[in-house]
């Protein structure tokens, strides 16, 4: 079978202990794809590890952050001629299984850009309940603003066809960017889609919101990012 060109996009930083299984577990499950690691700065062997797995790595001069790392991710996509882009974390939290179906959705000619949602079905591992609650939060603004349903700002699991790719690396938000690219879909016409897909708990490592502090510093960090972009002007995804 021909497939479009695809990449999937693993952004990771300090992920030596996840990282050769993740490359693996999408190897098996989207053979078709290649696979880049973004390396954010990290100081343990996540290159090689990864390297070595058979990932692309792309080596940040030092940690820039999610927001541009997985940018760099999108730019490297747009000037190779990718189709279509999956990304995914570098810590094996999203089933790479699920990876086909949220391609699937925007192969299809529908949408545009397609986000796995934890709080769809049964996908969700156990999220803090401060962490949860902020999600809800952020989950209501951004239903509000894009008058459609949003349940999961802050899946980083998606998936993105040629006309996303392009607009995203011209124009992607920095630190914690899920929630504010919602918002750039919306204001440049890109079609979004939430599906119900799976997460695991990471095997190795610590997220940094298991602190109740944290989640709520950036649950208002992000509503102020929100309300920032919608008096942003972002181009129309045809480049208008």
Request: net charge neutral; aromatic share 8%.
């Amino acid at each position: 079978m021909n497939h479009p060109k695809t990449l999937i996009i693993l952004p990771a930083l300090n992920e030596a202990a996840n990282i050769a299984k993740t490359v693996e577990r999408v190897h098996k499950n989207v053979a078709w794809a290649d696979v880049l690691v973004v390396n954010d700065g990290s100081i343990d062997e996540t290159t090689r590890i990864a390297e070595e797995a058979g990932a692309i790595v792309l080596n940040m001069p030092y940690n820039v952050g999610i927001g541009a790392a997985v940018q760099t991710g999108f730019k490297f996509a747009a000037r190779n001629g990718y189709e279509f882009v999956a990304r995914l974390d570098g810590d094996g939290q999203h089933h790479s299984s699920d990876t086909i179906r949220l391609l699937e959705v925007v192969q299809s000619g529908e949408y545009d850009v397609a986000i796995g949602s934890r709080f769809l079905g049964d996908g969700d591992y156990g999220t803090p309940p401060m962490r949860k609650l902020g999600i809800a939060i952020i989950s209501g603004l951004l239903t509000l603003i894009t008058k459609q349903r949003v349940t999961d700002p802050t899946s980083g699991f998606s998936a993105f066809n040629r006309r996303a790719i392009l607009l995203f690396a011209k124009l992607y938000p920095n630190d914690y960017p899920e929630p504010e690219a919602i918002v750039l879909c919306y204001k440049s016409g890109l079609r979004v889609h939430e599906i119900a897909v799976t997460f695991h708990e990471r095997e190795h490592g610590v997220s940094q919101f298991t602190v109740p502090t944290r989640s709520i510093y950036y649950m208002f960090k992000v509503i102020l990012a929100i309300l920032i972009n919608m008096l942003r002007r972002v181009p129309s995804a045809d480049g208008n």
